[in-house]
């Protein structure tokens, strides 16, 4: 079964910190990254940090300096977010984001993929002045 645990969300003043980790369990295709995004007011899902597979980092602009990403070193299905010099902006419901590939058999000797993605329940960030 398909699962990405999050915990970590909560309130805390401006200028605060938190952490937010993402465990992914029950994907049994390739992972290509696993990152967090946040919705905004109009229900839009905006990237806030991504991690690929072989450790290269994203970020949105607006957290750069501020949060980092990071892959647990003994399970590279366990990524955190730090969030330093939290704005009240920055509240928000944070999901865990994983993209996967399938790689399946085609004609002969190829193959085919398909990238996926695979999305958690969602952890409320609340930042107040």
């Known amino acids: 079964q398909v699962q990405l645990v999050e915990s970590g969300g909560g309130s805390v003043q401006a200028g605060g910190s938190l952490r937010l980790s993402c465990a992914a369990s029950?994907?049994?295709?390739?992972?290509?990254?696993i990152g967090w995004y946040r919705q905004t007011p109009d229900n839009q899902r905006e990237m806030v940090a991504s991690v690929t597979t072989d450790g290269a980092t994203s970020y949105a602009e607006y957290v750069k300096g501020r949060f980092t990403i990071s892959a647990d070193s003994a399970k590279n299905t366990v990524v955190y977010l730090q969030m330093s010099t939290l704005k009240p902006e920055d509240t928000a419901v944070y999901y865990c984001?994983?993209?996967?590939?399938?790689?399946?058999?085609?004609?002969?000797?190829?193959?085919?993929?398909?990238?996926?993605?695979?999305w958690g329940q969602g952890t409320q960030v609340t930042v107040s002045l």
């Open positions: 984001h994983v993209n996967a590939r399938r790689t399946t058999r085609g004609w002969g000797k190829s193959f085919n993929t398909r990238d996926y993605d695979v």
């Open positions: 029950g994907i049994p295709d390739r992972i290509n990254s």
